[in-house]
């Protein structure tokens, strides 16, 4: 039994709230750490691009806005997933916290994407099958959004919404597939490989540290999100007026 | 007591089919605007009959896919508003038979119709008359596809408050491959090619919408429900 006494605490507003506060400063902390030694090995440490010159370097913000926008996004699935079947209002609120962090990480891949696209293929936006599926990731992320924002019963908002976000990861891979094998057909018109597809250990450490960075962040920010979001559905309950006051 | 479950969907899909025949003029509407925006093209883009055959699977699907949409909008909301939907909830009845019937008619009401009166817009898009046969099973399986993914989001938003807009942008990235394999046994049908390939991935995503969606559609109407 005493295995499962987190997860049921999981489930307490209180005990997340309270636990989310002590835990923002340190990951925020951690991720600081990380972004900073990241830009710095990423802006100064490595060598130039023999092709790309320094234009490669946005790789360094675009490549993990472009993991994350995915990883939030099972996420807020998981999450959604967890709220329906342990009918957990935590959980909720979590999977309720992530979707606009997540919005913003996909466009954020996307519009470091474009502006690496002009110099590199000479155009802001080709229809290339990564670029295409994240475009229609970000469509989901709106969906989802627009559905809670457009239910006023919140309890109805939750479930309806966190049906939604199963039925998107079910349909994710099928949308990453289709739009890869679209791409096929219809000849693409620049060469798009990202540089060789081995990278130097001077360029690849940065990056990997970046990724550790921006997951970080996202969870410091997730954690923020989600006491302002325990807050104001709570806001009735004792606990809160305690932890207010 | 609990009644087979294709006896239900047989007595709902009848239901529905009575209903519907008795307001003829709603089942016309979505194939009128499916012709229309067909006729909206040759206007906007071009008269020459050899660039219309190169957008005719676009514009072909894309009609097809707003067309849905709009359907998509009756396809639960009168049942929701005059009670209908929390009494099949309520009987103790497979709901998910009953809304795969639902569905069902939804599509030999909206989608079939579409698919067989496609050849007629499709002729004005320069589609040669040999194609026409592999145009009109394309969109009849897509459609089906399309019907079946769009009940999971009609279900979502009936506790919404404007559902019109939002049944659209929760189901457009739904549809994304649908449209993409639709439209390319389309074009493959236009310049004479095999249509096999995308017609069977076309026919997987169906598939996998008869066994999910309708589940996944009784859940999200359950909620909305509650």
Redesign the interface.
């Known amino acids: 039994m005493a295995t499962w006494t987190w997860f049921h605490r999981l489930a307490s507003p209180p005990h997340v709230y309270g636990f989310a506060r002590r835990w923002t400063p340190w990951i925020g902390g951690a991720a600081a750490v990380c972004m900073v030694v990241a830009l710095y090995g990423g802006l100064v440490l490595a060598p130039e691009d023999y092709q790309q010159k320094d234009a490669f370097r946005m790789v360094y913000v675009h490549a993990p806005a472009a993991w994350l926008s995915l990883m939030i996004y099972t996420t807020m699935a998981v999450a959604a997933a967890v709220g329906l079947i342990w009918r957990m209002k935590v959980a909720h609120a979590a999977a309720a916290a992530c979707a606009p962090v997540g919005a913003w990480f996909t466009v954020a891949a996307l519009g470091t994407g474009m502006l690496w696209g002009k110099p590199m293929w000479g155009a802001y936006w080709v229809w290339d099958p990564r670029l295409t599926a994240e475009l229609?990731l970000l469509?989901?992320y709106?969906?989802y959004m627009?559905?809670r924002a457009?239910?006023?019963?919140p309890?109805?908002?939750d479930?309806?919404s966190a049906?939604?976000a199963?039925?998107?990861v079910?349909?994710v891979p099928?949308?990453k597939?289709?739009?890869e094998?679209?791409n096929s057909?219809h000849q693409t018109p620049t060469v798009m490989k990202m540089g060789k597809p081995s990278m130097d250990t001077a360029m690849l450490w940065p990056l990997l540290l970046m990724f550790v960075a921006f997951a970080l962040y996202f969870a410091a920010v997730l954690l923020i999100r989600l006491r302002a979001e325990l807050l104001r559905r709570e806001r009735n309950a004792s606990w809160v007026r305690e932890v207010v006051t | 007591m609990k009644a087979p479950a294709l006896e239900v969907a047989r007595l709902v899909a009848a239901r529905d089919l009575r209903l519907a025949f008795r307001k003829p003029s709603q089942l016309l509407q979505p194939l009128m605007f499916f012709m229309i925006v067909a006729t909206l093209f040759p206007l906007t883009l071009t008269p020459e009959m050899s660039r219309l055959r190169d957008a005719a699977p676009g514009v072909l699907w894309v009609g097809a896919l707003l067309s849905s949409l709009l359907a998509l909008e009756f396809l639960f909301r009168d049942d929701a508003q005059d009670g209908t939907l929390e009494q099949f909830a309520l009987s103790g009845q497979s709901l998910t038979w009953m809304l795969f019937a639902k569905t069902c008619v939804h599509w030999l009401l909206t989608g079939l119709p579409l698919a067989l009166s496609a050849p007629i817009a499709a002729v004005g898009l320069g589609v040669p008359a040999g194609a026409m046969w592999s145009v009109v099973a394309s969109l009849a399986l897509g459609g089906f596809a399309l019907s079946l993914i769009g009940a999971i989001s009609a279900g979502l938003t009936l506790g919404a408050r404007r559902g019109g807009v939002l049944l659209s942008l929760l189901t457009l990235p739904l549809a994304v491959p649908i449209l993409i394999y639709g439209a390319d046994a389309t074009h493959r049908a236009i310049v004479g090619m095999e249509i096999a390939p995308p017609m069977y991935l076309l026919g997987a995503i169906t598939v996998l919408g008869v066994t999910l969606a309708p589940l996944a559609a009784a859940a999200a109407v359950r909620i909305g429900l509650e």
Request: charged fraction near 15%; hydrophobic fraction near 60%.
């Open positions: 229609v469509f989901l709106l969906g627009g559905l457009g239910i006023e019963d309890n109805k908002a479930k309806a049906m939604l199963v039925v998107g079910i349909n099928i949308i597939y289709s739009v094998w679209w057909l």
